[in-house]
């Protein structure tokens, strides 16, 4: 059949959630049979999130191919098992300097380059998934960052208007608004949807799906009111309440017939409604679920969107389990040798998180060696790695001015170091060792055994600087194995001290491999080792 698109809009407030809607709906058709992918376009000037502070944006997400995304792609592989790539995610940035560098070339012949319909084109094109030459899809669903009446995202608008009606019925536009609860008046107002819709009316979308986010349950006499005013079918008015966990989105909006109903506006038969077994399995595994296990994440970001992946895939790997992954936040600054022990009190496992730059690293370093020492299942990720090789060099090796050459260019036992290649680099974003690379695996490794004994795996990487090759004879010596390589180049990318519980580092970045149906087999054994 055709290529089907589905255009995901949002209005009222920001943080509704169209990411969890966009991943419900490809989680909604691919049950169906049917071969989807979710795109991201992101109205801000930035070429993408990789230099954003995760304060500003949460955690930059990166893709197979090596391309730093928005956290929505995240949801969209956890939710529906995709591989996304760079095409999965677009910012006005790329657009503008796509149609920039396309002038410089003198592709226009001397026209004047305007918004219209010079960037509509290019964000139509992308919306299209011109570029890729991937196998016949059934739906790209693409979801507008932003709120229905930011001046950023008019274009974006634009494009959909005007898509509309080149695709016809092959053509849908979900919009995701709020409908606040009023506790003086103990009412729930549908005002701010009825503007809403009439500002997308505006710019010439007629919405035919609605998704009203509540934190109440809507009655049918307010989803009516809402149809009437806003010329939708009372059917396509759907409710998207606060759920218990993000996972039963998916099965909520099956139950009020969202995919029934955008199939029905497409013109395509509904059929039979999919049994999603093993979704509803996990469901019913994360309901169960009564025992807890507290894990530290030791880390300088103190918010929840900074480390989403990894909190994602130690809260998959608990409900695998059969526990409750209870998460908690150690600021790794505010950490010292006189208070680690309290902080880290009751905690059955350890994660030193992943980051850039000098802040907070010291208190990594610390809480790597009382974890060490104690005997506390340990997960190093990236930097985190990265730090609890630089401790195992201060106190075991005793060489007490180790360091990384990001943190100090004149250690003398720089036994994290940058790659050759990066050391010419001076501009910053996307020039790291980004993307999915092999790994092979020493047999008999606590490593290998969490990957059933395979020897060569593949991860993800975001990261300059890497283990001190010349270094890794001393470390074996003295107890810390390294024992996962780069087959190309030999670089270090896993050490582990074999004879403690759990005490395993990673220079790659196993959450963002991570999903629903297929929790990561490293955070799977680490789970384990904590109970």
């Known amino acids: ?139 790209v669903i693409t979801e507008v960052g932003g709120t229905i009446g930011d001046i950023e995202s008019a274009p974006f608008m634009e494009a959909i208007r005007q898509l509309r009606w ?72 759907v409710q998207s309440e606060d759920m218990p966990s993000i996972f039963e989105v998916p099965v909520n909006m099956q139950r009020q017939g969202l995919d029934a109903a955008i199939l029905r506006k497409i013109g395509i038969p509904v059929g039979e409604t999919p049994a999603m077994k093993p979704w509803h399995d996990f469901l019913d595994k994360q309901r169960n679920a009564r025992r807890e296990v507290h894990i530290a994440l ?16 130690l809260n998959l790997a608990g409900i695998y389990n059969d526990v409750k992954a209870k998460l908690h936040f150690v600021n790794s600054e505010e950490i010292t040798r006189e208070n680690v022990a309290a902080k880290l009190e009751g905690m059955q496992g350890v994660v030193i998180c992943p980051g850039f730059g000098q802040r907070g690293i010291e208190g990594k370093i610390i809480a790597a060696g009382h974890t060490r020492s104690n ?30 050459s990001e943190m100090d260019a004149k250690t003398p036992h720089n036994v994290i170091d940058m790659m050759e290649e990066q050391k010419s680099i001076t501009q910053m974003g996307g020039t790291m060792r980004l993307g999915a690379y092999e790994c092979e695996l020493v047999k008999g490794s606590r490593a290998c055994d969490a990957y059933g004994n395979e020897t060569l795996i593949r991860e993800r990487h975001r990261h300059r600087y890497e ?47 991570s999903t629903v149906l297929h929790p990561h087999p490293l955070f799977m054994s680490f789970i384990k080792s904590c109970l």
């Open 166 to 237: 080149q695709l016809g019925r092959n053509a849908v536009c979900v919009h995701l608004t709020y409908v606040p609860y009023l506790k003086a008046a103990n009412e729930l107002k549908t005002k701010p949807t009825q503007h809403s819709v009439k500002e997308l009316q505006g710019m010439g979308i007629q919405p035919d799906i609605l998704v009203l986010r509540t934190e109440r349950h809507l009655d049918d006499s307010l989803r009516m009111k809402v149809a009437s005013f806003c010329n939708v079918d009372l059917e396509c008015v």
């Open 375 to 404: 005997d506390i299942p340990t997960f190093g990720i990236c930097l985190g790695m990265q730090m609890m090789v630089i401790e195992f060099a201060r106190n075991v090796l005793g060489y007490a001015d180790a360091n990384s």
């Open 298 to 313: 030791v880390g300088k970001y103190d918010l929840q969107d900074a480390y989403k992946s990894i909190r994602e895939s």
């Open 1 to 139: 059949m055709e290529t089907k698109y589905i255009f995901v809009t949002g209005g009222v407030v920001s943080s509704l959630g169209k990411g969890i809607i966009s991943a419900s709906i490809g989680k909604l058709l691919q049950a169906r049979g049917y071969k989807v992918t979710i795109q991201k376009f992101d109205p801000y000037i930035n070429i993408d999130p990789g230099t954003l502070n995760p304060y500003e944006h949460g955690e930059c997400y990166v893709t197979e191919d090596g391309f730093e995304t928005d956290l929505d792609l995240g949801h969209y592989e956890r939710f529906t098992g995709i591989h996304t790539t760079r095409n999965n995610s677009i910012t006005t940035g790329r657009i503008y300097k796509t149609v920039i560098d396309r002038e410089r070339r003198g592709d226009y012949l001397g026209k004047t380059i305007q918004v219209v319909p010079h960037i509509t084109d290019e964000i139509k094109r992308c919306m299209l998934r011109e570029d890729e030459k991937e196998e016949q899809l059934d739906f």
């Open 467 to 513: 283990f001190n090759s010349r270094y890794q004879e001393e470390f074996e010596k003295a107890g810390m194995k390294c024992v996962g390589f780069n087959p190309a180049s030999r670089l270090v990318e896993i050490v582990e001290l074999p004879g403690k519980r759990w005490y395993i580092g990673t220079q790659f970045h196993p959450e963002y491999s």
